[in-house]
Structures are given as C-alpha cells and as structure tokens.
C-alpha cells in the first residue's frame, strides 16, 4: 500500500516497484479519482493533464503484468482506511508493506498568520495518518513500514516557516523509534531531499516562483535529486534495512553546521540580497515618504520585486498573491534598507495590504508629533 500513491513520489516508486517485482499495489489518495470504468473518457480531456497521465501511467504498468488498485479515502480517517484494507485485501490478497508518502504542502506561514485549522490540515496527514495505518496492522508483521519525512527537520532554512510541515515530521522521525520497539518488521523513516521531478516541492517551487524564478529554478535543481535517484536511495534503503536515513545531493555535514550556525538576521540579508538590485537603489526623496500616494508606490514597487507581479493593488492581500513568512521578512528588510524606515513585522502580518503597511510605517515613522505645552509655574506651598 502506498499512500499518496498517485503523487509525484508515491507514483514514482509505484513504477519502481511494478516493473521490478510485478508487485500488487494499493495506491490511496485524498482527492477524488475517476473509476477505472470511466478512465477511456479522461484519458485524453485536455482539461485534466495530470489525470489523464497518471491513468496511462498505470495502464501501462497493468500490461507489463503489474495489478494495481486506486482508493479515495482520507488517510487519517480509521474508518474510511478500515474499508480501502478490507476492500483492498479481498481482492488482491494480504497487504505486506505500507510506503507512507502522503502529506499536503505548507502555505500557511508563521505562526502569527496560523488558526488551528490550517495547521491541522498539514498536521493530520502525517501524524493522524501515521496512526491509522499503524493501528490497523499492529497485529501484523509487515515485510516493511517506511515513513517520508523532511531534510528540512535537519535543515530549517529549507523548509522556513512551515511550521505544520516541521512539526509532522518531527513526529514521524519520532515515530520510527516507537515503532521498532513494538512491532514487528521493518520500520524506517526517510528524512528526504526535495526531488526535482516530482513531489510537494515542485508544485511549491511553482507557486513561490517569482520575478528571479531562473535564480531560484537554478538552486532548486542544484539541491534537489532526480527521480531516478531517489528510486536508487529507495532501493538502498530497503537492501540494507536502514532505519534512519537523511538524504541530500550536497555535503550534509557542512549544510547542517550552516543551519545551526545561522541566524534570522543573516537570512535576511541573504533574502535582500537576492530580491535587491544590482545597482545602488536610488534615493528616496523624504518628500515621497511624506505622501501617502508616494509611500503607496514605494511599497508596491518592493512587492513587486519580491512577489515577481507587475500590478498590485494597494488593498490585496499579501498572502493571497503567493506570498508567505520568508517573503515578508524579506521585504521588512526591504523596506528598511531602501526606504530607511521601520517596520514591525508583527504588523505585517496583521494587516498586510500596501494601504495598511504603508499607514504603519507612517506612524511608527513619524516625527511631526504635536508638542506636550509646558505646564504653567505653580508657586511652591510653604
């Protein structure tokens, strides 16, 4: 069984283990997929790529001899996974492995921006979701259980304000250790680096992309490891019966020293320094900080740069045009190192429109305070 199994990485290994065992796979996933009795008619809806792929993906496995069956179901509900086994196993026999690689992307930035639904919704995947599936073969020994976390749990600058994203895996890196100690089989939890062909990461890269997307595409592929090496670390993995694996493509040691040894504020100049211009930016007239339509277009001429967007209206939100936690503290740098004003993070967050932001950094900036009159002499009382 593998969950997420119809994602980037999840459908990767799939492949891998159809072709290379003729295995039977159970691939569950949260949306909602066509019945196979539907499939010819999505097979070529120009509407629906993704769908359309993954069906002629696994049609092709199918005739290289693979079975291969596709669920819905919410992988933290134990009900609704009770019945994906049940269903499951009546048709193709006793499951003997679990792959976990489910999990939903983490746009819901810091914590000040957070309500318990959002963190939840990241949280539940893997934590509840890790839960269920150990319930429902505790009583089992399982040939394998492998859990997919995150380099970022080692390296926090990779994954910066996700905080839901960390938290869950920093259950599953927990888990692994519970799990050896009172189940039998072979358990292990990978803490991966992003793959560059598949994956949360790439749809993230895709929606965090912005006006210096070659600089970022150029890091990510630097970073990230292919499909096919993921699939060989997989393999690895599995041969050698490793229980505790971080995967990355550059020298680990050395990135993690750089991310204990790091500094908010060095990240921040970092983030500047890569939105910033080559050349000195121009002075900024006082004159046009005094002027709300003036201050108006500074700070829109700074998201702009950040967020990769020509047109911002003064009243959209920040967030809702893509932006997120590092992007903000990048542009309070910003803002300071152009405009040499100051302005609260906090209110960022609370308020983040060019109109509100731009009201704060008047009134936190402000040197025309109307002057306190000096109280009239009272003689002394003897």
Known sequence: MITGGLGGMGLALAEYLATQYTARLVLVGRSAFPPKSEWDQWVNRPDDAEVARIIRTIRALEAAGAVIEVH???????SAMQQVVARAEARLGPITG?????????????????TQAMTDEVLLPKVKGTIVLDTLF?????????????????IYGRKFGQVGYNAANEFLDAFVHYRL???EGFTATVNWNDWAEAGMSVKAMEKSRGLH???????????AITTEQGVNVFRYIMENQMNRVIVSALDLPALMEESNNISVE????????????????????????????????????IWSTVLGI???????????????????????????KKLGVKLPLPA???????????????????TDYARIKRAPKKRAIR
Do not use: C, M
């Open 348 to 366: 960022f967050f609370h308020k983040p429109t060019i109109r509100e932001i731009s009201r704060v950094i008047r009134e936190t900036n402000r």
């Open 98 to 114: 679990v792959l976990h690689t489910a999990g939903v992307a983490d746009y819901a930035g810091v914590i000040q921006r957070r």
């Open 72 to 78: 819905s179901a919410d992988i933290s509900d134990f």
């Open 213 to 223: 997307k070659e600089v970022n595409d150029l890091q990510f592929e630097a970073e």
């Open 138 to 154: 505790r009583n089992r020994k399982l040939d394998f259980f492998v859990l997919f976390s995150s380099i970022g749990n080692y």
């Open 266 to 301: 060095v990240i921040l100049e970092q983030e500047a320094a890569a939105h910033a211009t080559e050349a000195a930016p121009a002075a900024v007239s006082s004159s046009s900080l005094l002027t709300e339509a003036g201050l108006h277009q500074q700070i829109a001429d």
């Open 181 to 183: 100690q009172h189940r």
């Open 310 to 336: 020509e047109a911002i209206g003064i009243d959209e939100d920040f967030f809702a045009l893509g932006g997120d936690s590092l992007k903000a503290i990048t542009i309070v740098s910003l803002v300071f």
